[in-house]
Nanobody, 114 residues
Framework: QVQLVESGGGLVQPGGSLRLSCAASGSIFRIGNMGWYRQSPGNQRELVATTSPGNTNYADSVKGRFTISRDNAKNTVYLQMNGLKPEDTAVYYC?????????WGQGTQVTVSS
């Protein structure tokens, strides 16, 4: 019924940029907070950035490099990633509170390597 689909991942060199998108679709009557999380092999899933009306939150490791934004009319959240580092390599997952239920996308791979 309700789906979150991420896109925009890929392979990029250190210092490069990527823009991730996450679009929600289906029978949606309410979307609350939205955010991005990431997980690499052997590590726990960690918060990258979240957004709610009038507020954003970032992990210390990405502050100044990543920017989260959303387009409510399109039910879409974005993550602009600049100055990418090898340690940013991970599967990035979108999360959103949809119809008062926390939902996850299937993830998109981001690889930062020279």
């Amino acid at each position: 019924q309700v789906q979150l689909v991420e896109s925009g991942g890929g392979l990029v060199q250190p210092g490069g940029s990527l823009r991730l998108s996450c679009a929600a679709s289906g029978s949606i009557f309410r979307i609350g907070n939205m955010g991005w999380y990431r997980q690499s092999p052997g590590n726990q899933r960690e918060l990258v950035a979240t957004t709610s009306p009038g507020n954003t939150n970032y992990a210390d490791s990405v502050k100044g490099r990543f920017t989260i934004s959303r387009d409510n009319a399109k039910n879409t959240v974005y993550l602009q990633m600049n100055g990418l580092k090898p340690e940013d390599t991970a599967v990035y997952y979108c999360n959103a509170l949809i119809n008062f239920v926390s939902r996850w996308g299937q993830g998109t791979q981001v690889t930062v390597s020279s």
